[in-house]
């Protein structure tokens, strides 16, 4: 079912209505027909007005959650229930899709019970520059800053958390940008750049280091852009089309990306059973929910972009003995295996400090350089002195990670680069415990390689 809105937040509906309906009890027996999947919500007054938008998982029970008779809506919502005398919904494929029409809806209708127009509160916008000729994608607060002039914006969204989402799965679909590096087509230092975790994921095309040009690259944007218009058959139909030309133009490579795009759309509905978005199962094994983790350490630290990949550093050692190093990354608070480094440490015995430079270092020289991104985070393990020495060794690059902190054992205070004092979080705090969750799988990986190298000196092997 779909519904049609016109400026004065009236809404008429491309299938017949029954008659205004008066009273909780008729107004739960109409939530009672509505579908059981993921939809947008309108309800109106006995003018036609449209008074609150909404969206639900599922429609029947989110709707008729607001008429049973032990609901209690708050100050704000409860008189709104007085004056609804009829419902309309449209249907959607999926939740996060139900998420984008809300938010077309609200910004088109500005109905007087989503206060979120009014209450001069800063919500969410998806902005994509379409002006550059690799697009990126990000989400802002402030669509108005000069950095999205001539962007297209999407919102405003009444939640971060599950705009966040939505852009994590058209990401795998699309595999646009969400970096900020000014990129030039062509650009000799392309060649030299090494992608983000995000390429080895397949979640961004790599535009930065040229391995796709700016005419496939605005054909995805365009497709996204569609996609987000509520386009999905005409998108899924255009790239079939285009998998088809590109295998028989041999370019196989293309082709196979296509098809990938095409089978991640047809498996968004499949998400609810865990299928897509385990590509990393042992998430569970280092946090019950690393989404709230990554929020939590976001706002801990003051960071305003989102933090996706973060890495760890730990040394290990025995009174000097085999002295090694272990880097190991996250990524949208899951381990990602293929990210995971041990360094034998060959400048220092017991020392380490020394050894954490040796590793920064070696792991950082490229991104060091400016020939490659550096991951959102670094942690390392150990205290101020630990931080203190990490810094040193970054101090000697050229280009400078974006923020750098440590988790030291026993207190739990993350210090945090450029900061007198260090931060002290409840016990329980979900981004404390991220951040302990990824420096304790640095010190197990550091601590698994020197046990192999203590067996081979040991016995000779």
Known sequence: MTAMVDSNGHSSSDESQSQPLAGREALSRKSKQLPDGAGVYLFKDGSGEVLYVGK???LRSRVGSYFTASANLGSRKQPMIELIRDIEFIEAESEWEALLVEARLIKDIQPRFNVMLKDGKSYPYLAITTREAFPGLYITRNPQDPAFKRARVFGPFSSSGALREAVQVMQRIFRFRTCHLDIVEGAEENRFFRPCLLHAIELCSAPCADRIDSKNYGEDISRLLRFLGSQRKQVLKELREAMDSASKSMDYERAASLRDQVKAIERLDERGEGGADEWQPEVTVFATDPSA??????????EEHPIRCM???DIAHLGGDETVGSKVCFIDGRPFKEGYRRYRIKSVRNDDYAAIQE???RRYREAGQGQELYPDVILIDGGLGQLNAAMEAFSDMSEQPPLVISLAKKEELIWVQDRPEPIRLGRVNPGLKLCQ??????HRFAQHYHHILRRKKLLGD
């Open 311 to 313: 890495e760890a550093i």
């Open 359 to 361: 590793v920064v270092r």
């Open 437 to 442: 969750a990824i420096r304790d799988e640095a």
């Open 56 to 58: 639900a998982s599922s």
């Open 293 to 302: 983790g990554l929020k939590s350490l976001q706002r801990t630290l003051g």
